[in-house]
């Protein structure tokens, strides 16, 4: 268990809906990462927040956009959902200064 | 450009082979490297974590070396066992804020 909590693990929905997915970094990590993995491809960054304020963009669709709250959980929002937003959502975490990012389990998002 | 690139894309191994993978990167200036092993459908987990200072590192079955000069590193698997298979990816930290670069991974698949 690598203390990064990622909520719902499964997600159904159609087309041109809205889904929020959540994550729950491990206690003292004050940095969350945002990954999208289509079927049988790499890691995709999409965003990075530290304390509450966005620090790094990846390739994020601007139909996407994220979050952190004060309490350092993080929520990444995705609407207008399309077929090839299918993916598994992962979130990681990390201590500033360290080098190790812990990954959650991930969202495993299904658009029909 | 910042990049990792990893190779080979997938490789097949019978059980109790060893293997190599490899990984070369561009990331300048750099922090650390990792190596993760993702399960299908999880996510990654650390194998391996390297600074700059770092040319060997071992964990269990698992060596992965770093030539900081050359920019390249490599995870050496011994005695691969079934449950090897799995993604192996490269990630490299860039001293700029907390920014890490993902390889796409080497599937490997241990057959018996």
């Known amino acids: 268990d690598s203390g990064v909590t990622q909520t719902p693990k499964h997600l159904i929905t159609a087309t041109g809906q809205r889904v929020t997915l959540r994550c729950s970094p491990r206690?003292?990590?004050?940095?969350v990462y945002w990954y999208q993995q289509s079927l049988d491809q790499g890691l995709q960054f999409l965003i990075q927040?530290?304390?509450?304020?966005?620090?790094a963009k990846g390739n994020i669709l601007e139909r996407f956009s994220a979050q952190q709250f004060p309490d350092l959980h993080s929520e990444l929002n995705l609407s207008s959902l399309e077929l090839g937003d299918s993916a598994l959502y992962f979130c990681?975490?990390?201590?500033?200064?360290?080098?190790?990012?812990?990954f959650g389990q991930g969202t495993r998002l299904t658009v029909v | 450009k910042n990049q990792v690139e990893q190779s080979p894309q997938s490789l097949i191994i019978l059980e109790g082979k060893n293997c190599t993978l490899q990984?070369?990167?561009?990331?300048?200036?750099?922090?650390?490297l990792r190596w993760y092993k993702q399960d299908t459908g999880r996510g990654p987990v650390s194998l391996t974590i390297?600074?700059?200072?770092?040319n060997t590192k071992s964990n269990g079955r698992y060596t992965a070396t770093l030539d900081a000069d050359t920019k390249q590193s490599s995870l050496h698997i011994t005695a691969s066992q079934l449950s090897d298979s799995a993604s192996y990816i490269c990630?490299?930290?860039?001293?700029?804020?907390?920014?890490?670069?993902f390889g796409s991974g080497t599937k490997l698949n241990v057959k018996p």
């Open positions: 927040y530290y304390n509450g304020e966005e620090r």
């Open positions: 390297m600074t700059f200072s770092e």
């Open positions: 990984c070369n990167y561009t990331v300048s200036p750099f922090s650390n």
């Open positions: 990681a975490s990390s201590v500033v200064g360290q080098g190790e990012a812990f």
């Open positions: 206690s003292g990590d004050l940095s």
């Open positions: 990630v490299v930290r860039g001293n700029n804020f907390n920014k890490f670069y």
